[in-house]
Structure formats: C-alpha cells, structure tokens
Nanobody, 122 residues
Framework: VQLQASGGGLVQPGGSLRLSCVAS????????VAWFRQAPGKKREWISC???????YHANSVKGRFAISRDNAKSTVHLQMSGLKPEDTAVYFC?????????????????WGQGTQVTVSS
C-alpha cells in the first residue's frame, strides 16, 4: 500500500494550490481519507477529511478556503486550497483510515503519504 502526495509548492498569499494523493494497493472507496499538515515546530494537525460516503469535513482554520474531494475510480483525493495565508505554510500529508467516519486523531489512520511542502510567502 502506498500513498503518493503531490502538488505542493511556493505560492503568494491569496493564491491557490491543488494537492493530490494517489493511492495504490488499496481500494480507496473502502477508506476515509484525511489531510493533515505540520508546520515547523508544531504538532501535526488534522485539516480535512472525506468519509467513505463522500461527506466532507474541514477544520475551522481552513473552512471556506479548502475543499477535499475524491475520485475513487482514480484512487485519488484532492485538496483544493484557495485564499492561502502564510500560516498555511506546512508539510501536508494524506492518510487513510478504515473507520466509517472521520476522526482527528492521527493514531487512527493506518496509511500515510510522504508529505508535500506548501510555502505561502510573498
């Protein structure tokens, strides 16, 4: 099983990026998928999740700016980020959970991608 995250980069404040997470070795439709991020010197935090059913949830810090979506046929989950702020600078990780519902505890996620760096700076 492998999760490959990509799409990070350097963007100016107010800009947009779309992250992708491609899963191999598992059927994505059987899993809930989340995005986490970790800023320098801070703990990793949960930011978005898509349940198996397709319902989505977002942390208050990104609600209205970020949107998670999935394409089970392509085993891919996207995180569309807009209105980016310098405080969004972090390494972003995708992760899967076999739970039916979304949880924020990273220990409940069994597979992780390698992370992709997002830097928001002018």
């Amino acid at each position: 099983v492998q999760l490959q995250a990509s799409g990070g980069g350097l963007v100016q404040p107010g800009g947009s990026l779309r992250l992708s997470c491609v899963a191999s070795g598992l059927g994505l439709d059987y899993y809930s998928v989340a995005w986490f991020r970790q800023a320098p010197g801070k703990k990793r935090e949960w930011i978005s999740c898509s349940r198996k059913s397709g319902e989505t949830y977002h942390a208050n810090s990104v609600k209205g700016r970020f949107a998670i979506s999935r394409d089970n046929a392509k085993s891919t989950v996207h995180l569309q980020m807009s209105g980016l702020k310098p405080e969004d600078t972090a390494v972003y990780f995708c992760a899967t959970s076999s739970l039916e519902f979304c949880v924020v505890e990273e220990d409940m996620y069994n597979y992780w991608g390698q992370g992709t760096q997002v830097t928001v700076s002018s």
